[in-house]
């Protein structure tokens, strides 16, 4: 595959926040590679690192208490990490847009939401207003809204809606980059397979690549091509939502399968990951998952492990799992 | 007599400036002894309106309350205090539902406190017992909950509901607010309590995955209606109103090969403030009808298991 | 972003038991508190100040009333390091004594006015409807008489002196503190441990004592700590058109009201008790800054 192919790159991208004088490691080290017309599913729990990861893409991670400490971001080959704000004024809502997770928070609530989606056309395009207005009205029709609603106001909509809108927002310039920061978590589910279908709907017709930030493993399955899984502010396991799914390798992946509810299967006992996830201001030396691992090794306390290709296009963090599959194969 | 409690015709209904909001309406069920009954249902639908209501939180607008066979419908200030003691509440948000001010401890023994029935030393003996029962370390005695991360406050809130051996207990979402590591080990908890603790539950949640584990009847709601009720195997194996299908075939499965067909619902919920008669999803469904406008009666279609919907054999050509 | 931060602050002290150390909530403002220097200065003020009311017989040179008529109106000297004044009274044990009197009337003041503010307060954002229009349409209409003119008004009808000051003052200070409890109550009305408390039997005293009150204490702290500076001109200012403290009490406000006709020939009689007020007003505006911050340390980062 050619280097264009690949719309967004990040390379060994940190994070640090500051808070009451203590550093926060909320991200350390990702890198990942996200194709044109793909979906990637960044999952991970609570705190892991991953809206840190999509803020540092949109470059809108808060100054005073944040700070990238290292790391490249590629978009279409070009870094931008290095651009000046006016430069990224222009990356943003035309190159790359993000869905927040909570479309109620949003939204402006005093401007019609057909003004919102028209503010992000006129800012990218230099058009009529007419041809703005009958824009954003085509977005609002693309995202199943009539377009008669353009002169209403937010609180008259539902939640399901409200998202909706947004995500209008966020495709009305056509970005060849999403980043959806759980968009649908806040949503019912009836509400949430239709947002999700509009989303792949758009995806497919725009040819959009997408970053979808969920904790649900669930709406990866259904959305996403390929899965990377985040703890602690690293990727532990990376590769096709099949390899990942039907062979997942590294000991928490397993465990999160393991303890999720399945709706097919009758189980008697779930089985917890025991532990907490690793304080982000203190991390553990060696494995950041040691401390909970079911199946520590002798130096996995001590040594920080390398993402390693276990098998083609399936990359895990777990010397344990190198061994495993080499004996296996 | 294995029925604990007993809802018959309840309803619940708030006074808006916009009108009557219709949060639960006429609904009736039971659940017996030991076991757990799943109320699930999208946002607004009533679920956690029906669980305060059932215990007393809230006054019911209509209808009757049946505890260990005794009407409990409208009861005294007096009654009602003992009538808590066997009735509790785990909420959802382990954030909002505890004190900031007050230590695990305190949280605790407040309910304790209250009842009068202890003196200061067993409060305290009793309090460190059921500190060990939901798994919480004796040496976080003295933290506020601003420093417990969700899992453990989810344990201090159960704590102080099983404080006082109630024996009917509602779990509003007790887990949606839970990472899923989290979420597996609170679910064994409860399941465990369950058993040691002869509790009873009515477990309200929009997720049907957990629903589907821990329970062992459900109960699905929409816009305060009650749309079908039968056990939990039988549900997921067979569900017949079209709403519950809707809602099945909506949540995404982990499982990679087994991407069910999804029944994508157009439209959205319509407001439960001054509803019409009949059936409240008909503006969402594919296959309404004239007589669907009509009030709908919950049939049982087969033993133990009740729809509400007039075209139910219809639609699953029974 | 907000949730990895939360994680850094909780996580830090649970991790494991043998590292968890406990902080209580006091030792963490008063860490903000010493962290912050403004209001570390403006804490370490007010203390002297304090000490310096309590202990005013051990460090005041003189008595408040003991007068020399042979040195009257002397400018500051070694003996008078403040200068006397047109009694021959010394200046600095005057000041030194006015600061039981303008601190004290300052927090009693205040503390009796938020005392019924907050009772009136907890009332109207707890019941709500008519009880809260009722009590809320009669802080209307104590808020639409200007603050001084009320306490003025008031000082006149009870008549000049200590005590009454006090009152005339403290009822200056109820409408804030019910509008401020009555919105934090509103603010936390939907908060699940209320619920949690009434479903464990709570009974309505116990719910605002023990779960109401803790959670909206902090925005009245910092208000009534900012409005014992003000409530401090205020009496200042009653004693000096003569309807507060009365001579030959030592307030600062009726000093300065002694002295105002030699201002040009002896300003040291109305200079000395201008500047304490000014420390005393400063000092606990700047420790109610810090005070907020260290309460909501959201508001600054």
């Given amino acids: 595959m050619s280097e264009n192919d690949t719309m967004l790159s990040v390379r060994d991208l940190s994070v640090e926040y500051t808070s009451e004088g203590k550093v926060i490691s909320a991200v350390n080290g990702v890198s990942f590679d996200l194709k044109r017309g793909r979906t990637l599913g960044l999952v991970g729990e609570t705190g892991a690192g991953k809206t840190s990861t999509a803020k540092s893409i949109m470059r809108i991670l808060p100054d005073i208490s944040s700070r990238i400490t290292a790391g490249e971001i590629y978009l279409e080959g070009k870094e931008i990490l290095c651009l000046s704000e006016k430069e990224m004024r222009r990356i943003r809502g035309r190159k790359v847009s993000m869905i927040f997770q909570d479309p109620m928070t949003a939204l402006n609530p005093i401007i019609k939401v057909g003004e919102q989606i028209r503010e992000v056309i006129i800012q990218h395009n230099s058009i009529s207003k007419k041809e703005s207005v009958a824009r954003a009205k085509e977005m609002l029709e693309l995202v199943g809204i009539s377009g008669d609603r353009y002169h209403e106001y937010p609180h008259q909509f539902s939640g399901g809606m409200k998202q909706r809108v947004v995500i209008a927002i966020a495709l009305s310039c056509n970005p060849e980059l999403l980043l959806a920061d759980e968009p649908t978590t806040a949503l019912d589910v009836t509400i949430q397979a239709q947002v999700m279908e509009t989303i792949k709907k758009l995806k497919e017709e725009l040819n959009t690549s997408m970053l979808l930030i969920t904790h649900d493993l669930g709406v990866v399955a259904s959305a996403c091509d390929d899965v990377a899984v985040i703890y602690g502010g690293e990727i532990i396991e990376m590769g096709s939502k099949e390899v990942v799914f039907d062979n997942p390798l590294h000991p928490y992946t397993q465990g999160l399968f393991e303890a999720l509810p399945e709706m097919e299967e009758d189980a008697e006992r779930l089985k917890p990951i025991g532990g907490m996830p690793p304080d982000p201001s203190n991390l553990p030396k060696g494995c950041f998952f040691g401390p909970r691992c079911p199946h520590p090794g002798e130096n996995c306390s001590t040594e920080r492990k390398q993402l390693v290709e276990i098998e083609p296009g399936h990359f895990c963090r777990c010397g344990r799992a190198l061994k495993m599959e080499n004996s296996n194969g | 007599m294995a029925e604990l409690i007993k809802a018959t015709n309840l309803k619940k209904y708030f006074e808006t400036p916009r009108g009557t909001l219709h949060a639960v309406d006429d609904i009736s069920f039971s659940i017996d002894r030991g076991k757990t009954m799943g109320v699930v249902g999208e946002s607004g639908c009533g679920k956690s309106t029906l669980g305060r209501t059932m215990i007393h939180l809230l006054e019911s607008s209509g209808g009757t309350i049946h505890f260990e066979g005794e009407d409990v419908t409208r009861v005294n200030s007096g009654k009602l205090r003992k009538l808590r003691e066997n009735m509790q509440i785990i909420f959802q948000d382990p954030y909002s539902s505890l004190n900031p001010r007050m230590t695990v401890e305190q949280t605790i023994m407040e309910p304790l406190t209250i009842s009068g029935r202890f003196n200061k030393r067993d409060r305290i003996q009793e309090t460190a017992r059921i500190m060990d029962m939901v798994g919480i370390d004796r040496r976080l005695r003295l933290s506020y909950p601003h420093e417990l991360d969700g899992g453990r406050r989810q344990r201090v809130g159960i704590g102080r509901a099983l404080a006082l051996n109630p024996k009917f207990i509602v779990c509003d979402e007790p887990v949606s607010a839970l990472d899923v590591s989290i979420q597996a080990q609170i679910l064994n908890l409860l399941q465990d309590l369950q058993s040691s603790n002869e509790l009873t539950y009515m477990f309200v949640t929009h997720d049907l995955s957990v629903v589907r584990h821990i329970s062992d009847d459900i109960c699905v709601m929409y816009l305060g209606h009650l749309v079908e009720t039968c056990s939990s195997k039988e549900l997921f194996r067979n569900p017949l109103h079209p709403y519950t299908k809707a809602l099945l075939s909506a949540v995404p499965s982990a499982n990679i090969h087994k991407q069910q067909q999804r029944v994508i619902l157009e439209g959205e919920i319509t407001s439960p403030i001054n509803p019409k008669p009949g059936c409240r999803f008909a503006s969402r469904c594919k296959f309404v009808k004239e007589d669907c406008h009509q009030a709908q009666k919950l049939v049982e279609i087969a033993p133990g298991h009740s729809v509400s919907c007039c075209r139910v054999k219809e639609i699953n050509n029974l | ?301």
């Fill in chain 3, 1 to 301: 972003m907000d949730d990895v931060l939360e994680m850094g602050r909780s996580m830090n002290k649970n991790e494991t038991a043998e590292t968890w150390k406990r902080q209580s909530q006091l030792g963490i403002v008063a860490k903000r508190i010493a962290k912050n220097p403004t209001a570390l200065i403006g804490f370490i003020f007010l203390v002297l100040l304090v000490l310096m009311a309590v202990f005013a017989p051990y460090i005041a040179p003189y008595d408040y009333t003991e007068q020399n008529l042979m040195n009257t109106r002397s400018a500051p000297s070694l003996e008078n390091p403040f200068g006397t004044d047109e009694l021959g009274r010394d200046v600095m044990s005057r000041v030194i004594y006015g600061s039981r009197y303008s601190l004290s009337i300052g927090i009693l003041s205040v503390l009796l006015g938020t005392s019924i503010g907050m009772f009136f307060g907890a009332i109207a954002g707890y019941f709500g409807g008519t009880v809260d229009n009722i009590i809320m349409r009669f802080i209307d209409i104590l808020q639409s008489i200007p603050g001084t003119l009320l306490a003025i008004t008031v000082s006149v009808v009870l008549g000049p002196g200590y005590f009454n000051s006090m009152l005339a003052l403290s009822i200056g200070a109820i409408p804030m503190s019910v509008r401020l409890l009555r919105a934090s109550i509103l603010g936390i009305r939907g908060e699940e441990y209320l619920e949690a408390a009434t479903s464990i039997n709570a009974r309505t005293h116990r719910i605002i004592l023990r779960h109401i009150i803790p959670n909206t204490f902090a925005p009245i702290l910092v208000s009534g700590t900012m409005m014992i500076g003000h409530v401090i001109l205020s009496a200042a200012m009653l004693s000096f058109i003569g309807l507060g403290i009365q001579p030959p009490m030592p307030e600062w406000g009726s000093m300065i009201a002694g002295g105002r006709n030699l201002i040009r020939s002896c300003p040291h009689i109305v200079t000395f008790p201008g500047i304490f007020i000014m420390i005393a007003v400063l000092s606990i505006n700047l420790f109610g800054d810090g005070l907020r911050d260290a309460l909501d340390p959201k508001l600054k980062k």
